[in-house]
């Protein structure tokens, strides 16, 4: 089993930057792939970021590309995703998700998700 928690969500003005943070517990956590997915009220799940258990490959969704930058910290079981130049439009809840061996872009292949962290950008 594996637990996920993330932390640092909170409210910033437009064009302010936050870190987002995902605690892992209960694997070995580099053989995991990671992401970031969002959520917005009324929306579907919208992929954000995703990062190969080594870290060596990232991957960013349309809406991140150039703003946001996803890392990780395998001697501390952390993901990280830092946003800036954030836009009210980013506003959402942000979940982590782990998938065995897999960094892809679909929710569906991801097994294991945190409880998500609000992100509220105000105009």
């Known amino acids: 089993q594996v637990q996920l928690v993330e932390s640092g969500g909170g409210l910033v003005q437009a064009g302010g930057s936050l870190r987002l943070s995902c605690a892992a517990s209960?694997?070995?956590?580099?053989?995991?792939?990671m992401a970031w997915f969002r959520q917005a009220p009324g929306k579907e799940r919208e992929f954000v970021a995703a990062?190969?258990?080594?870290?060596?490959?990232?991957y960013y969704g349309d809406s991140a590309k150039g703003r946001f930058t996803i890392s990780r910290d395998n001697a501390k079981n952390a993901v990280y995703l830092q946003m800036n130049s954030l836009k009210p439009e980013d506003t959402a809840v942000y979940y982590c998700?782990?998938?065995?061996?897999?960094?892809?872009?679909?929710?569906?292949?991801?097994?294991?998700w945190g409880q998500g962290t609000q992100v509220t950008v105000s105009s």
């Open positions: 990062i190969t258990g080594s870290g060596g490959r990232t």
């Open positions: 209960g694997h070995t956590f580099s053989w995991y792939g």
């Open positions: 998700a782990a998938d065995y061996r897999s960094s892809g872009t679909y929710s569906t292949e991801y097994d294991y």
